[in-house]
């Protein structure tokens, strides 16, 4: 009952919107701040393995997330000094602009739950909840702003950019 109240009512659109607007403008000014201002990630990188997620026990808990920062992310920190600011930017600037929101909001969940895998806390719990509520609405999340016409437009086409809307004559 409550999906279908995310995915199909109008006042769900409204509030929706204004929190793929606030979620956006947190994305988007991370990023910017990130691109414009000569973002390095690799002492974060060093620090999460150097001080990782414990258990009450004491005990790592995502281990293999340390191992996957140690072995992959801090030999390639150049690709991610490039990956985060521009995917925080374009998350922010795909809700903004209510365009593919339902993939802007997946790739914003998994950053945020990157984040929290290195240790970060902040605000990520608070914007996974808000991002849950937004990818569970589908398409209602975006309907006001550019997925309505973008979504529609690629259901129409196959695989190879084919418009296989059997309503539109194709000329040869």
């Keep these: 009952m409550f999906n279908k109240f995310l995915r199909e ?3 769900a659109t409204g509030i929706l919107t204004v929190l793929r607007l606030y979620l956006g403008y947190a994305w988007l000014t991370a990023g910017l701040h990130k691109l414009t201002g000569g973002f390095d990630a690799t002492g ?4 999460a393995v150097v001080n990782p997620v414990k258990g009450p026990d004491g005990a790592v808990v995502f281990g293999w997330y340390v191992d996957f920062l140690k072995h992959f992310a801090i030999p390639n920190a150049g ?3 490039t990956l985060i600011p521009v995917g925080e930017f374009l998350v922010g600037l ?7 929101t339902t993939a802007a909001m997946f790739f914003g969940l998994v ?3 990157a ?3 290195a240790g970060t806390i902040s605000t990520n719990p608070m914007d996974i909840l808000l991002g ?3 990818v569970a609405a589908g398409l209602n999340a975006g309907r006001i702003g550019l997925d309505r016409w973008v979504i529609p437009f690629i259901r129409k086409m196959d695989i190879k950019g084919n418009n296989t ?3 539109i004559k194709h000329t040869a």
């Design 132 to 134: 849950v509520f937004i």
């Design 79 to 81: 690709i991610f000094n």
């Design 94 to 100: 795909g809700l903004i602009l209510g365009c593919l």
């Design 111 to 113: 950053m945020n739950f």
């Design 165 to 167: 809307d059997p309503t």
């Design 44 to 47: 974060f990188l060093k620090g």
């Design 115 to 117: 984040y929290m895998f």
């Design 9 to 11: 009512n109008k006042i």
